[in-house]
């Protein structure tokens, strides 16, 4: 599904990614490619869950030229802050380029989670995870997303209790504290209120 698309080069393997701690103190820079090889190295990331007035989630399906997950669908947009940018700049960032569009978010909650693809590398993130709303169009960028849906919350839990291989870790775990610990804030995303 594409309204519009871009392909400009956003991402790169040698980008330096900002190395945290448990309690997420930078504790140095190493590229991306060294933060994904084998266990992976603890690294910031950030995470955005975006409905529109409908009440459905913004998926995208991770491109085939990704390193971790390539084809498989994810939450709407997820990436990694730059060195000396803030968690609110990344963010507003990373929708611009994957997207093509703003929206505020508001940071619900952050974890540690290590995940292994294959024998190909691992994710090993410290996830800030955020929530927001959307209504206009969607431009997408080809290299990082193959393609994309909007989806009613019902269907993507049918789908994600059918075929959860289909979906990436981090979003399954996300999505289930989403709904367990912070329905005050997501049940009216979904009621599109």
């Known amino acids: 599904m594409s309204e519009a698309a871009n392909n400009e080069q956003v991402s790169f393997d040698d980008e330096p990614l900002i190395l945290v701690n448990e309690q997420d103190e930078p ?23 975006i ?21 498989i669908w994810s939450n709407s947009c997820c990436s990694h802050p730059r060195k000396g940018e803030t968690l609110e700049v990344a963010t507003a960032r ?21 995940a292994r693809w294959k024998d190909v590398g691992s994710e ?4 800030h995870v955020y929530v927001g709303r959307y209504a206009g169009d969607v ?3 080809e290299n990082e997303i193959a393609d994309w849906r909007w989806i009613a919350v019902p269907a993507l839990e049918r789908e ?13 775990m996300e999505w289930e504290r989403l709904r367990s610990e912070h329905a005050a804030v997501l049940d009216p995303l979904i009621r599109g209120e």
């Open 124 to 127: 090993r993130e410290l996830c």
């Open 94 to 114: 990373r929708l611009r380029e994957e997207l093509g569009f703003e929206a505020p978010v508001t940071h619900l909650f952050s974890f540690t989670y290590h």
């Open 51 to 71: 409905f529109n007035a409908a009440g459905e989630l913004l998926l995208q399906q991770r491109s085939a030229q990704k390193l971790l997950w390539p084809g």
């Open 160 to 172: 994600i209790a059918d075929a959860p291989e289909r979906f990436s870790p981090w979003m399954k």
């Open 139 to 141: 431009q997408v960028n």
């Open 27 to 49: 504790v140095g820079l190493a590229d991306k490619w060294s933060c994904h090889q084998g266990e992976g190295t603890l690294h910031r990331a950030f995470s955005i869950f």
